[in-house]
């Protein structure tokens, strides 16, 4: 697998992509949050290297698709934004819901069961309180 930081296969960033450091490699931000610990087995780690990483890139995807309905919005500067940390619920793989933030790579690790009725109230609500803990 090819080192992600090597310089040989780092392509040029814009001013905007330097801005927000790790815009594209996020994913592995969440991988992180969603995984940390030692894996509990061999079966455990590959299991979390394979479909753990899509599930991960996935979240991630949707988030970025989030930001840039919110760029579009509010433009690409976070620092002109109504709040600096837009609270989302990302909901794009079954059957866990996780609340994130558009601001920086804060995800909610647990998330929320979405068979449960309210899930995507409750998910709201943490979205809200990493919104509101930095305005306090
Ligand atoms: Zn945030």
Redesign the pocket.
């Known amino acids: 697998m090819a080192d992600p930081a090597s310089p040989d296969d780092r392509t040029p960033q814009s001013d905007h992509a330097r801005a927000t450091p790790a815009y594209d490699m996020g994913y592995l931000a969440y991988h992180d949050k969603r995984f940390s610990g030692p894996p509990r087995s061999g079966w455990h780690k590959s299991k979390r290297e394979t479909s753990g990483m899509n599930v991960s890139r996935r979240l991630w995807d949707q988030r970025q698709g989030l930001r840039r309905d919110y760029e579009a919005v509010h433009g690409t500067d976070p620092t002109q934004w109504p709040v600096r940390?837009p609270g989302v619920v990302l909901d794009a793989v079954q059957w866990i819901a996780h609340s994130a933030?558009l601001?920086?790579e804060?995800m909610d690790r647990q998330g929320v069961y979405m068979k449960e009725s309210g899930w995507r109230e409750r998910a709201l609500a943490a979205a809200r309180e990493?919104e509101e803990s930095?305005h306090r």
């Open positions: 940390h933030c601001g920086c804060w990493h930095w």
